[in-house]
């Protein structure tokens, strides 16, 4: 029992309401990002679930409206692995809604096969990493014509470990790792979150990061296709070592809503508190170049 609740790790606490505010989450139709978009929703929020399967969203908006008693949550497409669905998603919010006070940037995918995107760019750090950095950056100016206003950037403890490898993000030249990827992609996470804190700095705008924890969600399901043996394995520990969704948002939610954070704007956070990341996400030269790098994959200017 203490086990349990130990592995369950903090419960955000806050009761705060979020009435007239709007909310973005990404991959919001399943797991962490679904507990997430009904807290909001039960919260008042106007909730803008942003997916990739609009018919899978639409069957989770409908839950979170019927459980939730708000009626006001509704779909947008987005495939952050297109940068034009990414601008194509920005421009049609810009165009419609009048507000943005609070971005979850909680989409993502873990250690899939190698796969390419439209783009050219290797799918865990273009999911990851820069479809969530180029979103960021659209939405900007309506985050601080909105502020105090958020961003929440999901990363993971992956990032320990981890290295950006700027001569060769997209293992071009190097044997293809489902999981150094991974870990580039979730370091990319901390780096950007802390550097976009650097640059908005005095705009009313905040920006966190955080690890949700393990997770007995979808992402794993490459992991499971690749190792089968893991199947059975994982089944009963994963029950008594995994966080379940709800567990897992919280930290999310934490970030997104408890009072008087914004001096903690660059943080990375875990089970509902601070915590340090590992040196690597404290790298201020390194996070800066991979703004750079990144605005000029993306097509952006690096000091948008």
Request: glycine share 8%; charged share 25%.
């Amino acid at each position: 029992m203490l086990l349990r609740k130990w592995i369950a790790g903090g419960v955000c606490k806050s009761c705060a309401r979020l009435d007239g505010k709007t909310v973005v989450i990404t991959g919001a139709n399943t797991g962490i990002g679904m507990e997430t978009a009904k807290d909001m929703a039960r919260r008042g929020a106007r909730v803008v679930m942003a997916c990739r399967d609009l018919t899978r969203a639409e069957n989770a908006a409908e839950y979170i409206r019927r459980s939730t008693g708000n009626g006001n949550v509704v779909i947008r497409h987005l495939n952050l692995a297109s940068l034009y669905s990414v601008r194509e998603f920005a421009k049609e919010f810009i165009a419609t809604e009048e507000r943005l006070d609070i971005l979850i940037n909680n989409a993502g995918v873990m250690m899939c096969p190698k796969w390419v995107t439209e783009d050219g760019f290797e799918k865990q750090l273009a999911v990851n990493h820069l479809g969530h950095f180029l979103l960021t950056n659209l939405l900007l100016g309506m985050l601080k014509r909105s502020s105090p206003s958020r961003v929440v950037n999901l990363s993971s403890i992956a990032h320990v470990g981890g290295n950006i490898e700027f001569d060769d993000l997209f293992f071009d030249k190097r044997p293809y790792s489902p999981l150094l990827s991974y870990k580039q992609s979730k370091l990319a996470n901390v780096l950007f979150s802390r550097e976009l804190a650097r640059r908005i700095k005095g705009t009313g705008v905040s920006s966190y990061c955080l690890h949700p924890g393990v997770i007995r969600t979808e992402l794993i399901r490459h992991i499971l296709v690749q190792y089968p043996v893991l199947k059975i394995v994982l089944s009963v520990p994963c029950i008594l070592l995994m966080k379940t969704p709800w567990q897992g948002a919280q930290t999310s939610i934490y970030c997104a809503v408890t009072e008087g954070l914004e001096s903690k704007s660059g943080c990375y956070f875990s089970d509902c508190a601070e915590k340090d990341p590992a040196p690597e996400g404290k790298d201020d030269e390194v996070s800066r170049r991979l703004w750079e790098e990144s605005a000029r994959m993306v097509g952006l200017n690096s000091r948008h």
